[in-house]
């Protein structure tokens, strides 16, 4: 019940979480669509990194987690970048483009994902998938480039050092300033 800890109201950074070791020199990543296509940028860009999960039918709140883990939510959201660069609103499209017109925005499902790093209170870890593929979002952030992918192929490793290609799952943090 991911979703119900998605709160419709908050913005969010979505970043990978990161299946390989933490490296201190890499500086933190997110989504972002600030070129017109879905890839990993810095996480302090000043465009095209936030988003908002916009749910179709509505949203809902759990006051408790037992509330949560009561009530399966298999509701499907468009990802809406809501600082796109422009005054025009920007959703990614099932290409991993932008489109303009949320009806030909994807729709995704997220599942939980047991990794979170928990840095921020709201944090939720989960793995997205496209409603019309079936295929996961993925990135590599060598590369900084995003993928749709079968499960199977998000899970492929090197040979040898038997390390992830790929992060198969994101960490959505709030916008918002830490309480003192």
């Known amino acids: 019940a991911v979703g119900a800890w ?29 070129n017109g296509r879905a890839r990993l940028d810095n996480f302090d860009s ?19 987690e037992e509330a ?10 468009t990802l809406a970048c809501v600082n796109p660069g422009s005054t025009v609103a920007a959703y990614l499209a099932p290409d991993l483009t932008v489109t303009h017109e949320e009806g ?18 709201g944090e939720v870890a989960m793995q997205l998938r496209s409603h019309s593929s079936g295929k996961v979002l993925c990135s590599d952030e060598k590369t900084q480039r995003v993928f749709l992918l079968k499960p199977t192929e998000g ?26």
């Open 6 to 34: 998605l709160d419709p109201r908050r913005h969010y950074f979505v970043g990978p979480a990161s299946r390989s070791y933490f490296d201190p020199t890499c500086f933190p990543q997110s989504l972002s669509c600030s």
């Open 46 to 64: 000043p465009t095209g990194n936030l988003w908002s999960f916009r749910f179709i039918g509505g949203h809902a709140m759990y006051a408790t």
């Open 68 to 77: 949560r883990l009561a009530n399966s939510d298999h509701r499907v959201f």
């Open 104 to 121: 030909r925005a994807e729709l995704w499902h997220a599942s939980a994902y047991p990794n979170c790093r928990g840095t921020v209170i």
């Open 155 to 180: 899970q492929a490793r090197h040979p040898v050092t038997q390390a992830p290609f790929f992060n198969d799952a994101w960490e959505a943090t709030p916008d918002e300033d830490p309480k003192e």
